[in-house]
């Protein structure tokens, strides 16, 4: 379980990393996304980055 919530954790923080880059405009990747450079999706990403750490806090303890 506490493997599952890890995997779970840090997956969830670099897919909200990579929304926030997109929102922000910092990350073009994919080109073609509908995601950059809208600022809603960075906040989503903070939302997702900050849910991935506590997951990875919980299988930590």
Same mark, same amino acid.
Request: charged share 5%; glycine share 14%.
């Given at each position: 379980?506490?493997?599952?919530?890890?995997?779970? #954790?840090?997956? *969830?923080?670099?897919?909200?990393?990579?929304? %926030?880059? +997109?929102?922000? #405009?910092?990350? *073009?990747?994919?080109?073609?996304?509908?995601? %950059?450079? +809208?600022?809603?999706?960075?906040?989503?990403?903070?939302?997702?980055?900050?849910?991935?750490?506590?997951?990875?806090?919980?299988?930590?303890?």
């Amino acid at each position: 379980m506490r493997n599952l919530l890890l995997i779970l #954790g840090v997956l *969830a923080l670099l897919i909200g990393l990579l929304w %926030i880059g +997109q929102g922000t #405009g910092t990350v *073009a990747w994919p080109q073609s996304s509908f995601m %950059i450079s +809208q600022i809603q999706w960075a906040y989503y990403g903070a939302g997702v980055a900050v849910g991935g750490l506590i997951l990875i806090w919980l299988a930590r303890r």
